[in-house]
């Protein structure tokens, strides 16, 4: 009979899965692990046993029954396996083998309609189950992931401990990341980046959400190296150290870190820079898109990260972008001479569309809350992207603090804060729009950002000539400033006004 002493169990043994094994067992824990091919979890197990005396605790199975029987109960199950379809064959593969009260962790990168549906599928047979965003790539996983679960708060309670002795540290009141995190020698102390969401999907799409604010938030990045390196003529180690510079002060954060380090990385194969051999096309694993398209579902205006997915799809269109290149013409590149004032309106115009990005991504979050009757706590959710996470910053403890300061707010650019940064950089965030324009500079994620502050602060926009369009062609009818809102007008538009076309 096989020994029930593994405090958590983990299916799927890729990089992420090994990785976060070898956290939960650096925390003390015993961690049964199973992986669909075998070969994989025996290797796994061989270089565990060659590492620190903590990996004893992580205990190989190759059959699915014994990994599940190995786990005390009630047992809790990690998947980190492909989103999707793989994930129910997983499931209905581990069921024959749960009793009830046992619990299921996806987390994998799922759409969160389908964590809905799994947890309604699976509460129906008696099993708990638990979405639960992960972020940090393998890093994060291994020494403290920024962890978004969600579920009944009787599955919470018991995943619990371990879910807060895994996740990133950070100082409870400055929200700084404590330092440290090595094999075998875990953080210990300090605010845990892994707070409950809320039930069924939410843990995942707040998850969702953050891989599109995580998108925009690199496009405005590369489009800030960009127009250094073209309005400037700036080689690539000179604009690193601008970005490492920037990340001593408000714009510190992971992504900055590591472009100062991609920036100055010289090319192991031959002269120059790495960066300018890398090719201009980019890449996208889906999470970018459901953003988008979600946002577009909800009514939510997220443009700004919507721009950040339509730029990756363009960069994709490397041949076509070099055949366009040699027909369709744009004004001649001319460089500026005031470097100093145009890498500081750069430096404005990218904390200005941060902004903006969040704001846009919060906004989305708010929306998705009373669409599927959830009820989300933002100032945690900023507090535990602060550590771990893809797109953790400095910047996050203001949202944290905005919130704090004002629970029901309605968009962060109305935090006082947060108005005021974008008063102060709004002057140098339209100079380098209009550089960007007048040079043919593609700089779509400033731009878009743009437009929505300007669209957000317009107490009147032209969507009255809109209302009038649409009532012409389609009787939909419309509002009067002139009277209460919710009343409803038509006009049977006369024929003598519409244009006669000339035969």
């Known amino acids: 009979m096989t020994t029930k002493n593994a405090d958590i169990g983990l299916v799927g043994l890729a990089v992420m899965g090994q990785n976060l094994a070898l956290n939960i067992a650096d925390h003390g824990y015993t961690i049964a692990v199973y992986n669909r091919d075998p070969k994989k979890m025996v290797n796994f197990i061989e270089e565990c046993k060659k590492n620190e005396p903590s990996h004893e605790n992580v205990v190989g199975h190759a059959d699915l029954a014994s990994f599940v029987l190995s786990i005390k109960r009630p047992r809790k199950i990690i998947l980190l396996v492909k989103a999707g379809s793989a994930t129910d064959v997983t499931i209905n593969a581990l069921l024959p083998f749960l009793e009830q009260g046992d619990i299921i962790i996806d987390g994998g990168n799922a759409l969160w309609t389908d964590t809905i549906r799994r947890e309604k599928e699976l509460t129906a047979k008696g099993i708990e189950f638990i979405g639960s965003g992960v972020s940090g790539g ?24 371990i879910w807060r002795d895994i996740a990133a540290k950070v100082d409870p009141v400055t929200g700084a990341p404590l330092e440290g995190g090595k094999p075998g020698k875990p953080v210990v102390g300090g605010f845990s980046c892994a707070e409950y969401i809320g039930p069924d999907g939410a843990g995942h799409y707040v998850k969702m959400v953050h891989n599109g604010i995580e998108y925009i938030d690199m496009q405005l990045i590369c489009e800030a190296y960009w127009l250094m390196k073209n309005l400037l003529g700036m080689e690539a180690d000179e604009i690193g150290k601008i970005f490492a510079e920037w990340n001593k002060g408000e714009l510190s954060s992971f992504l900055i870190e590591i472009t100062a380090d991609i920036l100055q990385q010289k090319d192991p194969m031959g002269p120059g820079f790495l960066v300018d051999k890398i090719l201009d096309t980019a890449g996208q694993k889906g999470t970018g898109q459901w ?6 579902e909800l009514g939510a205006p997220a443009n700004a990260i919507a721009a950040a997915v339509y730029a990756r799809a363009l960069s994709s269109l490397k041949e076509e972008r070099v055949e366009a290149s040699k027909i369709l013409k744009g004004p001649v590149i001319k460089q500026e001479s005031d470097k100093k004032a145009v890498i500081e ?3 404005n115009a990218l904390y200005c569309s941060k902004i903006c990005a969040y704001a846009q991504g919060f906004q989305l979050i708010d929306k998705a809350q009373v669409a599927y009757n959830w009820k989300l706590n933002f100032g945690e959710i900023a507090q535990i992207w602060r550590g771990g996470c893809i797109i953790r910053a400095r910047f996050l ?13 309605k968009n962060l650019m109305l935090d006082p804060y947060f108005t005021n940064a974008m008063n102060e950089g709004q002057a140098g965030w339209r100079k380098v729009i209009a550089l960007a324009v007048t040079n043919g500079i593609p700089a779509q994620g400033f731009a878009a950002a743009l437009a929505y502050y300007d669209g957000y602060r317009s107490d009147r926009l032209p969507a009255n000539l809109l209302q009038g369009q649409r009532d012409y062609f389609g009787a939909h009818t419309y509002e009067r400033v002139d009277q209460p809102r919710g009343q409803f007008y038509h006009l049977d538009w006369p024929e003598a006004n519409r244009p006669q076309l000339e035969v």
């Open 138 to 161: 393998e890093t994060g996983a291994r020494f403290g992931p920024s962890l978004m679960p969600s579920g009944t708060r009787k599955a919470w309670a018991s995943l619990e401990p």
């Open 291 to 296: 953003t988008a398209a979600n946002a577009l």
């Open 345 to 347: 309106a750069i430096k």
């Open 397 to 409: 403890q203001k949202i944290t603090d905005a919130y704090a300061l004002n629970s029901r707010l």
